[in-house]
């Protein structure tokens, strides 16, 4: 049986009075792609920063490669590689030269550097701006040279959080591409994100995070099994005059629904057979004199196990 590469067990982290996480725990199998969804505030980041030894646990452990991230740090950052969600490059040198820098601080050097940091460039799509200063680079080249500072020293264990946030949809999908080469190249990644659309095109496994705590993990299709056949209505109304409470009594009274809720002029509604339900939910619209702006009906997908699994959307 294959061996867990990452193992964290029962991690929890306080600031003052606030319990950022509060009690994750999930394993990573060698050749993974394991990706912590969540929304802004949930706790991934500060999941990523102990599992980096950067922070240290207020109760719990993880073990990377073997490795305590309590009494182990040097042999767990030698065999872990961290894309920050902050972009960590030095603006007026060039791509090569912040590449070296990085190597030398690795205890990288000679040749064997030089050309780590080629092969690198040209994984990442910038060996043509190698000598280009990183200020003129526009924020997707940024965070495709943060990967490569992260590849580096060859880790076992590639972090990266959040490494798509602010960029165009071009850039995030060369991104995407490279963190599926990199996978199919034998290397394993955690991977953080807010977006369910890269979550589920990258994962083999998903944990769900929410205010600090793993709520739910699987693959994704053992994930939507969780919301069973219910589909998801998104149904927009003018805001004006509308009687909230008065409509959502109604909406919950209609055969086959099983939650719903009013989040910025949107009416989320989970139903069983959402098209079979559709025709009550809008006689319950009508009656309440709302005005119908546009409407959707979506099949199971990760939002909807985060909307079924907390009652509101993920990107609340």
């Known amino acids: 049986m294959t061996q867990p ?35 802004n505030g949930a706790g991934k980041t500060t999941t990523i920063s102990m599992l980096s030894c950067l922070l240290a646990p207020t109760q719990g452990d993880a073990r990377i490669d073997g490795h305590s991230i309590r009494g182990q740090a040097a042999q767990v950052k030698a065999v872990i ?58 924020g997707g080249m940024k965070r495709r040279l943060n990967i490569a500072v992260g590849l580096l020293h060859k880790p076992k264990v590639l972090y990266m959080d959040e490494p798509t946030v602010g960029i165009d949809p071009q850039s995030r999908r060369r991104i995407l591409d490279t963190v599926i080469e990199l996978n199919r190249q034998g290397l394993t990644v955690l991977y953080t994100t807010h977006y369910m659309e890269e979550a589920a095109e990258l994962s083999s496994r998903i944990g769900i995070v929410d205010h600090g705590q793993l709520i739910a993990l699987g693959s994704q299709v053992e994930l939507t099994k969780l919301v069973g ?28 629904v099983q939650r719903a809720s009013l989040e910025n002029g949107q009416l989320l509604v989970q139903a069983e057979g959402g098209h079979a339900a559709l025709g009550g939910i809008v006689a319950c619209i009508n009656q309440a004199q709302a005005r119908l702006l546009d409407l959707r009906v979506d099949e199971p997908n990760l939002e909807a196990v985060f909307l079924h699994l907390t009652g509101r959307a993920l990107r609340d």
Request: net charge negative; hydrophobic share 40%; charged share 25%.
């Open 229 to 256: 056949q219910v589909d998801t209505l998104r149904i927009g109304l003018d805001p004006e005059g509308l009687e909230e409470a008065q409509l959502l009594a109604a909406v919950h009274k209609v055969k086959r």
């Open 81 to 138: 590689g961290v894309v920050p969600q902050e972009i960590a490059l030095y603006p007026d040198m060039g791509a090569m030269e912040n590449l070296r820098f990085w190597g030398r601080m690795y205890g990288l050097g000679g040749a064997s550097l030089r050309q780590r940091c080629e092969e690198l460039l040209d994984t990442v799509g910038l060996a043509d701006r190698s000598k280009d200063k990183v200020e003129t680079f526009s």
């Open 5 to 39: 590469i990452l193992q964290a067990q029962d991690l929890h982290k306080t600031f003052g009075k606030t319990e950022a996480v509060r009690g994750i725990s999930f394993d990573i199998l060698p050749g993974e792609i394991f990706s912590l969804l969540g929304p």
